[in-house]
């Protein structure tokens, strides 16, 4: 059973537009959620995050939005550059674990394609 | 200078081999993992660990044993390998459970 899902298996979107990829949770503990992104070979690197306190967290181009009502969060890259092509990762965790028992949970990811 | 590190990229080994990953941070972080990337490409919690307690996955076999020697390292050893023990193992570290996590490169094992 999944608890954070992405939809959408892949995402091609134009350079210098922008890229909204999507992810849906079911777990009502959940209240800390992160975007990674994964180059082929490496391990994910953490982009944003963001808390169940807030809607809206912005670092440069990116930006996550948060809708707990529904249990959405979205990442949003604008402007879109070519080296943001790759997998993210949607992942969630309870803020506070009491014993980081289960980790983070991950959605299975989106691949990203920026065209030129 | 890399945060969080694994040995080896890669491992190849026979069925029913015993073998080891080594990871370590340099972060100063209290908190390591085991995540386990499957072929259908999910990355899956196999165990957390802290410097008073060690949290697994009960999906995980027992076959599967984290070691750490101290607080910056997390070894990952796989006794009686099978052949669908063939992943992708990430390593990672965070300052607190549940905070931000700062994963290694992986290590792709191949049971063959």
């Known amino acids: 059973d999944q608890q954070v899902k992405q939809n959408s298996p892949s995402l091609s979107v134009q350079e210098g537009r922008i890229s909204i990829l999507n992810c849906d949770y079911t777990?009502?503990?959940?209240?800390?959620f992160l975007w990674y992104k994964k180059y082929p070979a490496e391990g994910p690197t953490f982009l944003i995050s963001?808390?169940?306190?807030?809607d809206k967290n912005e670092d440069g181009r990116f930006t996550v939005f948060l809708n707990k009502s529904a249990k959405h969060l979205s990442l949003h890259i604008v402007p879109s550059q070519p080296g943001d092509s790759a997998v993210y990762f949607c992942?969630?965790?309870?803020?506070?674990?009491?014993?980081?028992?289960?980790?983070?949970?991950f959605g299975k990811g989106t691949h990203l394609i920026i065209q030129p | 200078d890399t945060a969080v590190s694994q040995t080896p990229k890669y491992l190849v080994t026979q069925m029913g081999n015993d073998k080891s990953i080594k990871c370590e941070q340099n972060?100063?972080?209290?908190?390591m993992y085991w995540y386990k990337q499957d072929s259908k490409k999910f990355l899956k919690i196999m165990f957390s660990y802290n410097n008073k307690e060690l949290i697994i996955n009960e999906t995980v076999p027992n076959r599967f044993s984290p070691k750490s020697p101290d607080k910056a390292h997390l070894n990952l050893h796989i006794n009686s390998l099978e052949l669908g023990d063939s992943a992708v193992y990430f390593c990672a570290s965070s300052q607190v459970d549940g905070d931000t996590q700062y994963f290694g490169p992986g290590t792709r094992l191949t049971v063959l």
């Open positions: 963001i808390s169940s306190i807030k």
């Open positions: 992942a969630a965790s309870p803020l506070y674990s009491g014993g980081g028992a289960d980790g983070l949970t």
């Open positions: 777990n009502s503990m959940f209240d800390y």
């Open positions: 972060l100063g972080h209290d908190t």
